[in-house]
């Protein structure tokens, strides 16, 4: 009796265990169509458009790896310092929502050109300027801006 009782109990752990969803958002459950068209210009109209228009221009002439519409471009902005920007290639507008910069130092870590889903890593640094924990976030593009989903540390 004490076997069946187990072998009930290991098949039910089992099949509870195999049809669990992960807490983690995944890049399939934000879906994007991939823009196939011509690139647009820059939009010039967005004074960061103006300030960084080289490297903006060079984005457009890259394929999509975000969002379905977007490239991800990213620079350096000093020591320890990236900033990602991304264009649309359909209409040539900066999203106005980017990561990294001085004051927000996340690293753009995942992303697919088929996916809505952004993964962002930061460094926490201590008062000694090492990394204390890193912070990983998820984020879904929602009507032209980002939403946080998940933070882990």
């Known amino acids: 009796m004490n076997k069946l ?3 009930f109990f290991l098949i039910f752990c089992t099949l509870s ?5 992960s807490d983690i958002p995944q890049f399939s459950e934000y879906p ?3 823009y196939k ?3 647009a210009k820059l939009d010039m109209s967005d004074p960061d458009a103006r300030m960084f228009r080289t ?3 060079e984005a457009l002439k890259e394929p999509v790896n975000f969002g379905g519409e ?3 471009t990213m620079w350096g902005c000093g020591t320890m310092c990236r900033s990602y920007s991304l264009v649309n290639k359909k209409t040539g507008r900066v999203l106005k929502d980017g990561f990294g910069g001085e004051e927000q130092q996340e690293d753009v870590i995942g992303a697919k050109p088929n996916s809505n ?3 962002t890593k930061e460094e926490i640094l201590n008062d000694d300027y090492e990394v204390d924990h890193i912070v990983i976030r998820f984020y879904a593009l929602e ?3 980002f939403k946080l989903l998940k933070t882990t540390h």
Do not use: C, E, P
């Open 143 to 145: 009507k032209g801006k």
């Open 17 to 21: 265990f195999a049809n669990a969803k």
């Open 32 to 34: 994007a169509t991939i």
């Open 55 to 57: 490297r903006l221009s």
């Open 5 to 7: 009782i187990l072998s």
């Open 117 to 119: 889903l952004i993964i």
């Open 70 to 72: 977007y490239v991800i």
């Open 37 to 39: 068209g011509k690139s």
